[in-house]
């Protein structure tokens, strides 16, 4: 007798919607525009393609064993979160600077790991959601699976309109995007740096 693991529908809906809004798919396309810029739509897609299935990876692992490996480890959220913030505020100054104004593929650069599936796509919040609602549900794993794969392939569908909308802004307002996100990644940067601070020290 094969036994189908049931999908509670309320916990799926819970993780899609707390997956799919941390992820943040319409937000992070200008930065999918500044990160792979000067890349053909092909090779762009490509970028898409991977960053979704490491977000997607990475998720499930530590939906299901996230906590143990910290424990392990003898890492706080806390941490995660600073160490997070350091990242995204290095990556928001390079665009401040210019240094993303050039094409990615000649630097050698897999973006696609790093910034975009993590920690944009799979950060620190999103980690620390998924194991929350992991450890809430310890007899409805699946339902927790499905929602995150769910999330992710509507999140992949969104960040695939990105090629269009680069032929719409043109390369005048790359720039400006580049400039103006480069900013407010900064100013994300500080704000998830500084939780995990407060956590650690106060």
Same mark, same amino acid.
């Not at 990160?35 to 997607?56: F, S």
């Not at 992991?134 to 794993?141: A, G, K, R, T």
């Given at each position: 007798?094969?036994?189908?693991?049931?999908?509670?529908?309320?916990?799926?809906?819970?993780?899609?919607?707390?997956?799919?809004?941390?992820?943040?798919?319409?937000?992070?396309?200008?930065?999918?525009?500044?990160?792979?810029?000067?890349?053909?739509?092909?090779?762009?897609?490509?970028?898409?393609?991977?960053?979704?299935?490491?977000?997607?990876?990475?998720?499930?692992?530590?939906?299901?064993?996230?906590?143990?490996?910290?424990?392990?480890?003898?890492?706080?959220?806390?941490?995660?979160?600073?160490?997070?913030?350091?990242?995204?505020?290095?990556?928001?100054?390079?665009?401040?600077?210019?240094?993303?104004?050039?094409?990615? +593929?000649?630097? =050698?650069?897999? @973006?696609? *790991? #790093?910034? !975009?599936?993590?920690? /944009? %796509? &799979?950060?620190?919040?999103?980690?620390?959601?998924?194991?929350?609602?992991?450890?809430?549900?310890?007899?409805?794993?699946?339902?927790?699976?499905?929602?995150?794969?769910?999330?992710?392939?509507?999140?992949?569908?969104?960040?695939?309109?990105?090629?269009?909308?680069?032929?719409? +802004?043109?390369? =005048?307002?790359? @720039?400006? *995007? #580049?400039? !103006?996100?480069?900013? /407010? %990644? &900064?100013?994300?940067?500080?704000?998830?740096?500084?939780?995990?601070?407060?956590?650690?020290?106060?």
């Amino acid at each position: 007798m094969i036994i189908v693991p049931v999908v509670d529908v309320t916990i799926f809906i819970k993780t899609f919607i707390a997956v799919f809004v941390l992820a943040d798919a319409v937000g992070n396309i200008p930065i999918v525009l500044s990160l792979t810029k000067g890349m053909e739509p092909e090779q762009r897609n490509k970028v898409i393609d991977k960053a979704i299935l490491v977000a997607i990876g990475v998720l499930l692992l530590f939906a299901f064993a996230g906590q143990f490996i910290l424990n392990y480890l003898d890492i706080s959220m806390a941490s995660l979160r600073v160490a997070g913030g350091i990242l995204l505020l290095l990556i928001s100054l390079q665009m401040l600077q210019g240094e993303l104004d050039t094409p990615i +593929i000649d630097k =050698e650069r897999d @973006v696609a *790991i #790093t910034p !975009l599936a993590l920690p /944009l %796509l &799979a950060g620190p919040g999103t980690l620390t959601t998924v194991m929350l609602l992991m450890s809430d549900s310890p007899n409805l794993h699946v339902s927790v699976a499905v929602g995150i794969v769910a999330a992710m392939f509507v999140s992949w569908a969104i960040m695939r309109f990105c090629n269009r909308i680069d032929k719409l +802004i043109g390369s =005048e307002g790359e @720039v400006i *995007i #580049t400039q !103006l996100l480069g900013f /407010l %990644l &900064a100013a994300l940067a500080v704000q998830i740096g500084s939780e995990g601070i407060r956590e650690l020290f106060l």
